[in-house]
T-cell receptor
Framework: GESVGLHLPTLSVQEGDNSIINCAYS??????FIWYKQESGKGPQFIID?????DKRQGQRVTVLLNKTVKHLSLQIAATQPGDSAVYFC???????????FGKGTRLSVIA | DSGVTQTPKHLITATGQRVTLRCSPR?????VYWYQQSLDQGLQFLIQ???????AKGNILERFSAQQFPDLHSELNLSSLELGDSALYFC?????????????FGSGTRLTVV
């Protein structure tokens, strides 16, 4: 299928294992963060978000952790499935009329 | 279907030409954003419109322009195209720019300049 063809770091995970994808953000003023999933040939899809007054948020099979001290964000995917194979982007935003700024992305490859 | 519609899906054109990419935001969203995704740059913010007015500009080239119409659809115009303009162009929308909402993305337009 169509691929964005980005030269990205790749994480290979066995099906059923947990995945952890990391992101270092740059702007200390950022106070809203989102993880997006991009499958081949599709646009980025919202997974989960977190505001800076929280350090952890859980969704269905996903958890986002935020460490503001070191400006680090992580996405944990439990029981990784083949359908989780995609490129994952973190995005950051500061309060007000500022657009989302995206990180470079990580390609997750699930081994069946 | 995300609710954000982009046309065309694919576009092949020659250097020096001009193209127009179209975006219809999700129903109820007033803000539209354009992003460029190329091989070595990831998702780069180009420009944002809110309720018909330009609200923010990123690293958008002078050869590129955009507008948002009264019905809230937006067009991105790319002129004097160069080989390096080949990329995926995404449109996204959100209810309002100042609130913390995730953007909803369309499926993109793949532009190939030959």
């Amino acid at each position: 299928g169509e691929s964005v063809g980005l030269h990205l770091p790749t994480l290979s995970v066995q099906e059923g294992d947990n995945s952890i994808i990391n992101c270092a953000y740059s702007n200390s003023a950022s106070d809203y963060f989102i993880w997006y999933k991009q499958e081949s040939g599709k646009g980025p899809q919202f997974i989960i978000d977190i505001r800076s007054n929280m350090d952890k948020r859980q969704g269905q099979r996903v958890t986002v952790l935020l460490n503001k001290t070191v400006k680090h964000l992580s996405l944990q995917i439990a029981a990784t499935q083949p359908g989780d194979s995609a490129v994952y982007f973190c995005a950051e935003k500061s309060t007000g009329n500022t657009p989302l700024v995206f990180g470079k992305g990580t390609r997750l490859s699930v081994i069946a | 279907d995300s609710g954000v519609t982009q046309t065309p899906k694919h576009l092949i054109t020659a250097t020096g030409q001009r193209v127009t990419l179209r975006c219809s935001p999700r129903s109820g969203d007033l803000s539209v954003y354009w992003y460029q995704q190329s091989l070595d740059q990831g998702l780069q913010f180009l420009i944002q419109y809110y309720n018909g007015e330009e609200r923010a500009k990123g690293n958008i080239l002078e050869r590129f322009s955009a507008q948002q119409f009264p019905d809230l659809h937006s067009e991105l115009n790319l002129s004097s195209l160069e080989l390096g303009d080949s990329a995926l162009y995404f449109c996204a929308s959100s209810p309002r720019p100042s609130q913390d909402y995730g953007y909803t993305f369309g499926s993109g337009t793949r532009l190939t300049v030959v």
